[in-house]
């Protein structure tokens, strides 16, 4: 049923219930089966190392393709991290460990300035 199919029953039913219905209803037809990164798992860690009274604002900019430096900055540190943990030479995992400290070093700046 499409959505304004369902506006004469919108003052009668609460939104929350009306939202469900329409998602589930979304899910038997399958209009969510081939979203990008269907059936992956959800990578949450840049969500919980976000201080907490900016995740919805991260989140919403991150929807709209507008990364805070913040966020960049983490994600490029979590890289460099799993890098230099694949790295087996002890003189290139050590630059990398400079390269992502000084990267935390960038974000706790950048952090301090908000």
Same mark, same amino acid.
């Given at each position: 049923?499409?959505?304004? +199919? *369902?506006?004469?029953? %919108?003052?009668? =039913? /609460? ?43 991260? +989140? *919403?900019?991150?929807? %709209?393709?507008? =990364? /805070? ?46």
């Amino acid at each position: 049923m499409p959505v304004a +199919g *369902l506006w004469h029953t %919108a003052c009668a =039913v /609460p939104f929350d219930k009306l939202a469900d219905k329409i998602i589930r209803e979304a899910m038997r037809e399958g209009r969510f089966d081939h979203l990008p990164g269907a059936g992956q798992p959800i990578d949450l860690e840049d969500y919980f190392t976000t201080p907490e009274d900016r995740r919805m604002a991260y +989140g *919403l900019l991150k929807s %709209a393709n507008l =990364v /805070p430096e913040e966020v960049e900055l983490m994600a490029e540190v979590a890289r460099l991290d799993e890098q230099a943990a694949a790295e087996t030479s002890l003189e290139a995992r050590k630059a990398l460990q400079v390269k992502a400290q000084n990267l935390r070093l960038r974000l706790a700046v950048a952090r301090e300035r908000r």
